[in-house]
């Protein structure tokens, strides 16, 4: 009568552990999303000041639309580029913070 109740304790205990570990791993994926949308303003914000300052010593139109296309492809390139970082972060973060369930789960198919 015994043996079953260590069984289920153990098997608890390892969904905790688990759980602990993959709560871990999100946090610190948190924490990186957040220093990456950080820097992201920054740079968005140097860029956007940078274009703002280039039109306003501007003394022809063709120059002015010269920074504005520069300023949208340069802005669009950053967009794809951090679009395709964060896809490729948040795939690596959901293979990482299931990593401890799979043990459970290899355990439970196997029995």
Do not use: C, N, W
């Amino acid at each position: 009568m015994i043996q079953p109740f260590d069984q289920l304790q153990k098997l608890g205990q390892e969904q905790f552990d688990a759980a602990i570990k993959v709560a871990g791993t999100l946090s610190r994926g948190a924490q990186t999303l957040a220093a990456d949308s950080a820097e992201l303003a920054r740079k968005t914000f140097e860029h956007g000041s940078t274009a703002v300052e280039q039109l306003l010593g501007v003394r022809t139109l063709d120059k002015a639309m010269e920074i504005h296309v520069d300023f949208v492809r340069k802005s669009y390139d950053g967009l794809v580029s951090h679009s395709a970082k964060v896809g490729e972060f948040y795939s690596t973060l959901a293979t990482e913070a299931f990593k401890p369930y799979e043990k459970l789960v290899s355990k439970a198919v196997s029995a």
